[in-house]
């Protein structure tokens, strides 16, 4: 260990949502903590900048989702839906907050990682900019070396790296690659068709995947498609499918219109889904995208990030009190977060399979929601962006709908087979908002 370099309680590589919640709260609780991130703010992240209710309650505790209300910077999601691969839809109009609906909303990853790394340096946590990290030992304390040569030395070390995980890659922790990617291309406001806040199309080729849409306060939209396991199209066809498939894909054609501006070419980035099986060593923590703390159903993981920063800030601190930062001791971190919503990963996994092997379950659920409107929305919502656990589908106020509406279409298409009719029609954009008003 060099006696030269400043020695840290915690010292975090990356940050995102998850380092920077991570260096906030173990900042509250009086830690000395270098938050080294390798890019220098304002950066970008590529994202769906949809922010699930979770997140939005721990930026709420930070004092960040007052400030960015304040300044124009959200767009709370109080119209939208889904379009199912049979072409059903459910858009609800915006009524004004409900008190039932999941809190979602849109805000540009520029603006507001910022905003947590900055509510970190004002809780203590010492934010260090261009610090690329390239290269960590362990003696008794950590020694973590930059890429313009810089060190720093610290007790415990969080990677919070992203999805490509390097850190806990280079450890020996996280052995796999990323295996799923998404995109995001934003389209200039006043220049497309789209009035609603958030819609997610669910395309054959794309499912279990999807193509979301989510409008910013300034009406820009951030148009992304995510390829999640278990569809037709492989990852790393992604690009190939964004030329294709969703250029002329009708919903997002009438969508766009003619005039819509891209304000950036469409960019991909890989996605860790599922949780990694092991998060956690001596002195060390893997928190976030790097432990693929990202839904393997929704390729949501801002929410995700930041509750399991929170629980590493809390067994850190823990751990640190007892004067044990053992691997075994650490481990606590990785039971805790599986039981906060890890455990919820496998059951996502295994409904990405199911849809995609049967489409007509998202047809189920456009239906279901037709009929039942809004609440039953609500509830899909909330089991989907982690306000409630998976298991919320197979309770009786899901399953029954649900099961309802999957008896009603099988009659209907089997009805339209014997006449010779045509299918359920595919939805085109603009008629989606009919599909609702009409249901
Ligand atoms: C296209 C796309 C769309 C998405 N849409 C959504 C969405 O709408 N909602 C949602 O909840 N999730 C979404 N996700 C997932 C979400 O982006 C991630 O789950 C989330 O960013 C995880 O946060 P993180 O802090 O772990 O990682 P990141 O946000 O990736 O942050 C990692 C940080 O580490 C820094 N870093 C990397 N290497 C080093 C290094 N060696 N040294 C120092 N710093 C380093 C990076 O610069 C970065 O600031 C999307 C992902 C993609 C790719």
């Known amino acids: 260990m060099s006696t030269q370099l400043p020695i840290y309680d915690v010292a975090i590589a990356g940050a995102g949502p998850a380092g920077a919640t991570a260096a906030y709260f173990l900042a509250k609780e009086g830690k000395r903590v270098a938050l080294l991130e390798k890019a220098r ?162 395309p054959p080729y794309a499912i279990p995947g999807y193509v979301a849409f989510f409008r910013h306060s300034n009406g820009d939209i951030d148009l992304g498609c995510y390829l999640l396991p278990g569809g037709k199209v492989p990852p790393t066809k992604l690009k190939e499918l964004l030329q294709s498939e969703v250029v002329n894909d009708p919903f997002v054609r009438e969508v766009l219109g003619n005039q819509a501006e891209p304000l950036e070419p469409p960019g991909i980035s890989p996605l860790r889904l599922g949780g990694e099986p092991c998060t956690s060593g001596e002195r060390f923590l893997a928190v976030g995208d790097a432990a693929g703390q990202t839904d393997p159903l929704t390729g949501e993981g801002i929410h995700t990030a930041m509750i399991a920063a929170k629980i590493a800030a809390r067994v850190l601190h823990e751990a640190f009190a007892e004067g044990d930062l053992s691997a075994r001791r650490l481990e606590a971190y990785h039971w805790a977060w599986m039981s906060a919503f890890g455990r919820d990963f496998p059951i996502s996994a295994a409904a990405g399979r199911a849809v995609s092997r049967f489409p007509m379950l998202l047809d189920t659920a456009a239906m279901a929601a037709q009929r039942h409107g809004a609440g039953f929305m609500d509830n899909f919502g909330a089991a989907m962006t982690g306000v409630k656990p998976k298991s919320l589908f197979l309770s009786p106020r899901m399953a029954l709908p649900l099961g309802a509406a999957l008896l009603r279409l099988s009659l209907s298409r089997r009805a339209s087979q014997y006449r010779a009719g045509p299918r359920v029609e595919r939805a085109t954009g603009l008629s989606f908002a009919e599909n609702a008003l009409r249901a």
Request: net charge negative; charged share 25%.
């Open 41 to 202: 703010f304002p950066r970008d992240k590529r994202c769906g900048d949809a922010w699930c209710e979770p997140a939005l309650d721990i930026l709420e505790e930070m004092g960040v989702l007052q400030e960015l209300v304040d300044a124009g910077a959200v767009q709370f999601v109080r119209s939208g839906g889904l379009v199912s691969p049979g072409g059903l839809s459910f858009v609800s109009p915006d009524e004004g907050e409900r008190p039932s609906a999941p809190r979602v909303a849109a805000i540009r990853r520029q603006v507001c990682d910022e905003r947590i790394a900055r509510a970190a340096e004002q809780a203590g946590a010492e934010l260090i900019e261009d610090a690329a990290v390239t290269k960590v030992t362990l003696d008794d304390v950590w020694t973590i070396r930059c890429k313009d040569g810089r060190g720093f030395s610290a007790r415990c070390l969080i990677a919070a790296d992203g999805a490509k995980s390097k850190i806990a890659r280079m450890l020996g922790v996280v052995t796999t690659g990323a295996t799923s990617a998404a995109s995001r291309q934003y389209i200039k406001g006043g220049t497309h068709n789209f009035t609603s806040d958030g819609v997610l199309l669910y």
